[in-house]
């Protein structure tokens, strides 16, 4: 009899340590900082696109036309009668405007990003800093337009910049018809910047000039 009540007393120890225990896990399980969230589509996508453009970017700048080609549209390949006449178009379009020996690659950065289930479409922008002789420090701003068909994991792309926005739809007939391209520009920096701090000089001497107070109108004597 006393054995047994032994190994009642002991089996209820048992459970209440267990209990004890579990309890602390719980505990320590709820203390546990929250894990980040999982990146979304959209963040995946974007990185995905930049990584893959960078690649096309670097490939035109150091001159690998088989990772160029590999990286374009096959739809661009085709509108210009396939690899040869594409790859030529990229080479008149490098060497007509040579980066300088001491440049480095454009940077870049996404500024449209859609999708339609799996296929997703995206307008980066390249920017390229550079010096004219003539001109000083310039900034040329061009674009790329990316599709990725296995939901943003790879990506292919064109150079709206070799081309006219009108023709992108004939060179790439699934473009999202929303798909908004800015126009490139290109800014001379170092001219701008004269013209500016010329206005501005300007500015300072027209509000230093006193203001020169005119004289009331003399009165009319009264007939």
């Known amino acids: 009899m006393i054995q047994t009540t032994k190994h009642i007393v002991a089996c209820a120890l048992l459970i209440c340590l267990s209990g004890i225990v579990y309890a602390q896990d719980q505990a320590t399980t709820t203390a546990t900082p929250d894990q980040p969230l999982p990146e979304s589509d959209t963040a995946i996508a974007t990185r ?6 960078d690649s096309l970017v670097k490939a035109d700048f150091y001159v690998d036309w088989n990772t160029y ?9 085709k509108y210009y009668g396939g690899k040869d006449g ?9 060497y007509r405007n040579e980066p300088k020996t001491e440049e480095k690659p ?5 500024v449209n990003m859609m999708n339609d289930i799996e296929t997703w479409q995206c307008v980066i922008e390249k920017t390229r800093d ?5 001109r000083g420090k310039v900034k040329t701003t061009t674009y790329l337009v990316g599709e990725s068909t296995d939901n943003g994991q790879t990506w292919k792309f064109i150079d ?20 908004e391209i800015p126009e490139g ?5 170092d001219e701008v910047a004269a013209l500016e701090a010329a206005q501005a000089a300007q500015a ?7 203001t020169v107070k005119k004289k009331p109108a003399a009165k009319k004597p009264a007939k």
Do not use: C, G
């Open 130 to 134: 550079w010096w004219d002789e003539s």
């Open 48 to 53: 995905n696109a930049l990584r893959f453009a």
């Open 106 to 110: 454009q940077t870049l950065r996404v």
């Open 204 to 210: 300072a001497q027209e509000a230093a000039k006193p």
């Open 69 to 77: 080609l590999n990286l374009s549209m096959a739809s661009a390949i």
């Open 86 to 94: 594409y790859k030529e178009s990229a080479v008149i379009a490098h």
């Open 160 to 179: 709206v910049s070799h081309n006219s926005l009108q023709n992108i739809v004939y060179i790439m007939p699934s473009i999202f018809s929303t798909l």
């Open 185 to 189: 520009k290109t800014i001379y920096v």
